[in-house]
C-alpha cells in the first residue's frame, strides 16, 4: 500500500512512497483553502462579522422573512418533486440501456447522457423556447409557471440515474433473479423482492445526487423562474448583486452548506456500499435480448428519449426564425461585434474566450483530481487514518453543493489585495470552473482506482518491483479510457459554468453562458434569437465532447 502505516506502539505513520503521496496532497489542499475556504469563509465574514464583531441579529430576521420562507419552501419542494420524477423516468431507462440488448443501444446512452453537461442556461433557454408562445408546446399555457423549471430538473438530471443505477444494474448477478423466476415469481416480483434490494445502494446515491443538483440549478432557475420563483441559489445572488445584503446571503449560505454537508455525507455512505457491492459482483453479465414483459419499459424509454430531444429540436427550431421567414441570420449575427449594443464582442470571441478558460480549467481540475483520486482510493490500516481519507474525500465534494455565486462573489472580496490580488486577473475564470469541476474528475477516477484488487500490487512487489512500479503495474491499464473519461467530463462542465463565472468574468472577456443570459436578459426578437443560436452552438460542442466521453464510457461506478 502507498499509504503504509507503521506498527510501533507510536502509533500509524506514512513512510517510502506513502510519505511522497502525502506531501503531494499538500497541493489540492492549498488549492481547496486558498480559492474554496478562502472566497466562501470571506463571504461568511461580511456577512455575520460586519463591524468586526460577530452579528447574529440577521439569522432569526432572514429566516423570517416570508420572501425567505416561500424560497426554502420552493427548494425542497421542487427538488423533491424533481427526485421523483427523475427516478421514475430513468429506472425503466436504466433497465432497457444496461440490461438489454438491442441495436441502437449505445447511441440511445449518448442521447440520455447528453442534458447532464449541458450549460444550465442553455437547458433554461431551451425549456424557455419549448414552452413559450411561439414555442412547439406553448399552447399548454406553462410558460411563466413552476412546470418548466421541474421538466428542466428532470431532463438535466436523468443522466444521473441512468448511468448510477444502469450501471450497478449492469452489473448483478442474474442468477438470483433466474432462481426466483424458476420458483413462479413473477417479473414484478423478482423485480420487487430481488432486483430492487440490490439496487437500493446505487438508487439512494442517485437520488442524493439528483435532489443536490436540483436544489443548486443556478442558470435553470435564474432563467425560468424570473422573479416569481426562486430557490436558495438565485436568492443569494439577488440578494448579494441587487440589494448588496451579505448578511441575507451568509445566512442562506451556510443553510446551503449544513444540507450539503448531510447530503454529502449521505452520498458518501451509499456509494461505499454500491461500490463494495459491485466488487462483490465482479464481471458485467452480457446483455439478453428484448423479450415480451420488457415492452412497458421499452415505451417508457421511448417517451423519455422523445422528451430529452423535444426541447433539443425546439431550440434548433427556433434559431432558425428570422422575422416572417426562416434563415442563418441569427448565426451570422453571432460574428458581428456591433449586431447588438448588448454585447461588447462579438459571440464567436466569447466562446473563444470560453474554450481557452475550460481547457486550462480543464488541465488544472485533471492534475489535481488525479491527486485527490488516488489518495481517497487508498484503505490505510488504521481507523485514524481511514477516516482523514474519508474526510479528504468529502471535502473535496463540498464545491458541488456550494452556491457558485458565493464562492464567485467571495473570490471578489477576498482575492483583492496582495499577494493575491487577482480581482482583475483572467486567471480566476478557469480556477472557478476547475473548483467547480474537480469534484467530478475525483468521482471519475477514484471508484476505477478502489476497484483494483490490492493483491495486483503486491504481485507485483513480489516479483521485485519497487512500491511506484507496483502501483503503475496494477492501476495503469485501468486508469486510461478513465482519464480520457474524466477530461471530457471537466472541459463540458467548464465550458458551460455560469454561476461564478457570471460574477468574474471581465465585460471585454465574457463567456458563451454570460453572453447568452445577457441577450436573453434583454428585449427584442433579435437578441432572443441569437441567444438561441448561440445556444445550439454551445451545445453542439458540449454533446461533441460527450459523444467522445461516452465512446469512452468506464462503466459500473460511473462518473458520478
Known amino acids: ?81 424533481g427526485t421523483v420524477l427523475t427516478l421514475l423516468a430513468g429506472l425503466p431507462v436504466a433497465f432497457v440501456l444496461y440490461r438489454l440488448r438491442f441495436p441502437g443501444r449505445a447511441l440511445l446512452r449518448a442521447v440520455v447522457v447528453m442534458p447532464f453537461v449541458l450549460p444550465t442556461v442553455v437547458v433554461g433557454v431551451m425549456f424557455r423556447s419549448l414552452l413559450s408562445s411561439g414555442g412547439a408546446l406553448g399552447w399548454l399555457g406553462w410558460d411563466g409557471t413552476w412546470v418548466p423549471i421541474l421538466m428542466a430538473f428532470v431532463f438535466f438530471n ?30 414484478w416480483q423478482v423485480w420487487r423482492t430481488v432486483t430492487l434490494p440490490a439496487l437500493a445502494p446505487a438508487i439512494i ?18 432563467t425560468l423562474g424570473g422573479l416569481r420563483y426562486g430557490t436558495i441559489e438565485t436568492e443569494i445572488y439577488l440578494l448579494t448583486v441587487n440589494f448588496l445584503d451579505l448578511q441575507g446571503a451568509a445566512v442562506l449560505s451556510v443553510l446551503q452548506l449544513l444540507a450539503v454537508v448531510v447530503l454529502l455525507v449521505l452520498a458518501a ?17 452480457a446483455a439478453r435480448p428484448v ?18 430531444l423535444l426541447p433539443v429540436g425546439s431550440l434548433v427550431v427556433r434559431s432558425l426564425k428570422v422575422g416572417d421567414g426562416w434563415g442563418l441570420g441569427h448565426y451570422r449575427a453571432l460574428t458581428d461585434p456591433d449586431a447588438t449594443q448588448a454585447l461588447r464582442v462579438s459571440v464567436t470571441d466569447a466562446m473563444g474566450n470560453s474554450l481557452r478558460a475550460a481547457v486550462d480549467a480543464t488541465v488544472l481540475a485533471m492534475v489535481l483530481g488525479l491527486v485527490v483520486a488516488v489518495l481517497v482510493s487508498r484503505r490505510p490500516r488504521a ?15 463540498l464545491p458541488l453543493g456550494i452556491s457558485a455565486v458565493t464562492v464567485g462573489f467571495g473570490f471578489l472580496i477576498t482575492l483583492d489585495r496582495p499577494p493575491l490580488d487577482l480581482r482583475t486577473s483572467p486567471v480566476l475564470v478557469p480556477i472557478a470552473q476547475a473548483m467547480v469541476a474537480l469534484p467530478l474528475v475525483v468521482r471519475t477516477l477514484a471508484p476505477v482506482l478502489r476497484s483494483v484488487d490490492p493483491r495486483q500490487r503486491e504481485a507485483a512487489a513480489a516479483l521485485g518491483a519497487g512500491p511506484w512500479r507496483a502501483a503503475w503495474t496494477a492501476e495503469a491499464p485501468v486508469l486510461t479510457k478513465p482519464l480520457l473519461a474524466a477530461t471530457g467530463f471537466a472541459f463540458a462542465v467548464s465550458l458551460g459554468e455560469f454561476g461564478a463565472t457570471a460574477f468574474l468574468a471581465r465585460p471585454d472577456r465574457p463567456t458563451v453562458p454570460v453572453v447568452i443570459y445577457q441577450l436573453i436578459s434583454r428585449p ?5 434569437g441569437m441567444a438561441l443560436a448561440a445556444s445550439v452552438l454551445l451545445a453542439l460542442v458540449t454533446v461533441t465532447v460527450m459523444g467522445v466521453v461516452e465512446r469512452l464510457r468506464v462503466g459500473s461506478v460511473g462518473s458520478f
Do not use: K, N, Y
Not at 444502469?166 to 424458476?182: P, V
Not at 455512505?269 to 453479465?285: F, I, K, P
Not at 487514518?385 to 468529502?394: F, I, M, N, T, Y
Open 205 to 222: 446515491s442517485a437520488a442524493t445526487l439528483v435532489f443536490l443538483f436540483c436544489s443548486t440549478a443556478f442558470g435553470v432557475v435564474l
Open 1 to 81: 500500500m502507498w499509504a503504509r502505516l507503521g506498527r510501533g506502539a507510536r502509533g500509524a505513520h506514512l513512510s517510502g512512497p506513502g510519505l511522497v503521496l502525502g506531501l503531494a496532497a499538500l497541493l489540492p489542499l492549498a488549492f481547496l483553502a486558498v480559492f474554496f475556504v478562502l472566497p466562501v469563509g470571506g463571504m461568511l465574514a461580511r456577512g455575520f462579522f460586519p463591524d468586526g464583531g460577530l452579528d447574529l441579529s440577521a439569522v432569526p430576521e432572514v429566516l423570517s422573512r416570508r420572501r425567505t420562507v416561500r424560497v426554502l419552501t420552493f427548494t425542497v419542494v421542487s427538488a423533491t418533486a
Open 383 to 397: 481507523a485514524g487514518w481511514r477516516r482523514v481519507v474519508s474526510g479528504l474525500d468529502g471535502a473535496f465534494m
Open 291 to 308: 423479450r415480451r414483459h420488457d415492452i412497458p419499459a421499452l415505451a417508457v424509454t421511448g417517451l423519455v428519449v422523445a422528451f430529452v
Open 269 to 285: 455512505r451509499t456509494r461505499d456500499r454500491r461500490e463494495q457491492s459491485l466488487q462483490r459482483v465482479g464481471a458485467r453479465a
Open 524 to 528: 427584442g426578437a433579435d437578441h432572443v
Open 158 to 187: 436523468l443522466a444521473v440515474v441512468v448511468r448510477t443505477v444502469g450501471g450497478m444494474w449492469e452489473g448483478l448477478d442474474r442468477r438470483a433473479e433466474e432462481s426466483a423466476a424458476a420458483l413462479g415469481a413473477s417479473p
